[in-house]
């Protein structure tokens, strides 16, 4: 039968048998940026569909490629890509809950052997930024763009919500792949899955493996979010993970899968992007003994099981670098090493001589350990203390692999390469830590304690240049020694130095510079800078998008998708009601309030105060 009508663009269908409805598969790029591909593959051919209609049933023709004349041009192309291409290997090393002090080259107790030489032979970021809590990192480094322009604003993705990171994001695996590399994440994701869509390999990654959730069980890898909301979380793919699971230590397994990935990709052949984003050192407290017997003598037992956990995490990252070299990437490759925010004291971690903890605007919930290891690197070596955020990683990396960056991302981050390897001026200035319109705390905050300019009950933080400027309840605020006692009557107590300030306070303001421990409160002595500030998060603020924090959804428990944490909305219809319901949230108000008498924001200004 002649076909009705032919589909002028050529379409990508999985087939798996006749019969069975043709499911269509989005075009995904290949190394060669001429050709496509579908997702199912047999050996190295591809096939490409072209579907033609009829009033009473669907006929597909396929054309299948010349077996010789693929392996051909392929086998061309792979040998061009060898002797011409520039681009880098990229491996994304983020870490979770590692304080600023938890590392040996910034004076900790731990033993951190392969972190301290790794830094030492790269570039150490000793200004560097992130966010506090866990999805608000992953997200801005995903997308190279504030919370305010992505709706996190508030809080974490919590397992239950019917939320993820906005779908109309371009991520960085997506302009990775773009520009030709195999893209892999491994670990903990964190940006939402209520929705097959939210899953990782929706979002660029050619594979995942690793959890959905924000913590869970190191061992059974099943997580708990209140009485009767248990579930597994371990993910190949879109699928659990049953037949991987082991009952292994995950930072010992994902450690082995990231291995296993560099082992089975040729270097010579195609760029590579991993993503190894680790449970560790997060919350439960749990490691393989013999990681403890190095830490006898901190009888703090929290504090002695954090150290234990981050020497088996570097320990695991010394057999990654051996398999970097084994397989032949590490002469072309840059490896990126980030905690994704500051320490919790209560569960081990230290941020000291920082202030603050983790879930925190103050320096020790958002100052990070961060370093580039690279032979690529000019300056090895060095310490770069040039303002570094991680928005910048979406363009720095995207411009190192040579792929594009179309204005229309509208971006908050920064090319920074030149300023990490080369020591050049850092093209940032400034920081939007964020702006949460839903923490409203503050007891004596008020427009006119932020002279009419800002409503100081509303929990944000900013840095321009040497100031820091904070509203509203930036979070606990104490400055926390290492839990490291001598006095075995003291073994599980906590010590820390108490804050002696008024909490009636709703506006602070420090040379971040001259007091990197906040220490010194200038807002009194210097208004004319609180004012600039202030002015500043107002017209940061004149750019947000609504919050997006839907409330709890009954139907993601387990229970329902078969003891397994995943995707539970199954109707584009419903998932588009509920977008429209949530997606309005808190901003609207608080946005007319301050929507007149201001110039618009331009990111791209660098105000010196």
């Known amino acids: 039968m002649e076909p009705k009508e032919e589909i002028s663009t050529v379409q990508l269908f999985w087939y798996p048998s006749v019969g069975v409805p043709m499911i269509p598969i989005r075009p995904q790029r290949v190394p060669f940026k001429s050709r496509f591909h579908q997702a199912v593959r047999f050996g190295s051919v591809q096939f490409s569909t072209v579907q033609y209609s009829t009033v009473q049933y669907r006929l597909t023709w396929s054309v299948q490629l010349s077996w010789e004349n693929w392996n051909a041009e392929q086998r061309n192309r792979a040998n061009e890509f060898e002797k011409t291409s520039t681009q880098p290997h990229i491996v994304f090393i983020l870490v979770d809950d590692q304080g600023f002090r938890d590392v040996g080259y910034h004076g900790s107790e731990i033993k951190t052997p392969t972190l301290d030489r790794l830094a030492a032979q790269g570039v150490k970021l000793e200004n560097y930024y992130v966010q506090p809590l866990c999805s608000p990192s992953r997200s801005q480094l995903m997308t190279g763009r504030y919370q305010i322009h992505t709706g996190l604003q508030h809080s974490i993705i919590r397992a239950t919500q019917p939320n993820c990171l906005p779908l109309e994001n371009v991520t960085l695996p997506l302009k990775l792949k773009q520009a030709g590399y195999s893209t892999h994440m491994v670990g903990k994701w964190h940006l939402g899955f209520y929705k097959r869509g939210c899953m990782p390999t929706q979002r660029g990654f050619d594979t995942f493996f690793g959890s959905l959730l924000g913590s869970g069980d190191y061992y059974s890898h099943y997580k708990c979010e209140g009485p009767g909301m248990c579930g597994y979380d371990l993910y190949e793919g879109e699928e659990a993970a049953w037949e991987q699971d082991r009952g292994m230590y995950s930072t010992v397994m994902f450690t082995r899968k990231a291995i296993n990935i560099l082992a089975n990709h040729n270097p010579r052949r195609q760029p590579l992007f991993l993503y190894l984003a680790y449970q560790a050192v997060h919350s439960p407290l749990q490691v393989p003994a013999r990681y403890l017997e190095r830490y006898k003598g901190i009888p703090n037992l929290h504090r002695r099981k954090y150290a234990a956990m981050v020497s088996c995490l570097d320990e695991a990252i010394h057999n990654l670098t051996l398999a970097l070299k084994r397989y032949g990437y590490y002469d072309n490759t840059v490896i990126v090493y980030s905690s994704d925010n500051g320490g919790q004291p209560l569960s081990g971690g230290s941020n000291w001589p920082l202030r603050g903890s983790k879930a925190t605007y103050w320096e020790g919930g958002i100052r990070a350990v961060g370093f580039v290891h690279s032979p690529l690197l000019v300056n090895k070596g060095t310490k770069c203390r040039s303002l570094v955020h991680i928005t910048d990683w979406f363009p720095t990396l995207v411009t190192l692999g040579e792929g594009t960056l179309d204005e229309d991302l509208n971006l908050d981050g920064y090319d920074v390469w030149e300023a990490i390897s080369e020591g050049r001026p ?143 909305y199954k109707d584009s219809k419903e998932e588009q009601e509920v977008d429209e319901r949530y997606n309005y949230l808190c901003l609207k108000d608080l946005r007319a309030l301050l929507s007149s008498g201001f110039p618009p924001h331009n990111k791209r200004s660098n105000h010196k105060y």
Not at 431 to 443: E, T
Not at 446 to 456: H, L, Q
């Open 426 to 568: 850092s093209p940032r200035h400034d920081i939007l830590h964020n702006i949460d319109p839903i923490y409203i705390k503050a007891k004596n905050g008020s427009w006119k304690a932020g002279y009419g300019i800002w409503n100081t009950a509303v929990q944000a933080a900013i840095r321009v240049g040497h100031w820091k400027l904070l509203t509203g309840v930036p979070g606990y605020s104490d400055w926390v020694p290492p839990q490291t006692f001598s006095n075995q009557r003291l073994t599980n107590r906590w010590h820390n130095e108490r804050v002696r300030w008024d909490r009636g306070k709703s506006v602070w303001l420090f040379n971040i510079t001259a007091d990197p421990y906040e220490r010194v409160d200038l807002s009194q002595r210097y208004p004319h800078i609180v004012k600039k500030m202030l002015l500043r998060l107002a017209q940061y603020n004149k750019t947000a998008v609504p919050v997006r924090y839907p409330s709890k959804d009954l139907r993601s428990n387990p229970q329902y998708n078969g003891g397994v944490w995943g995707p539970w």
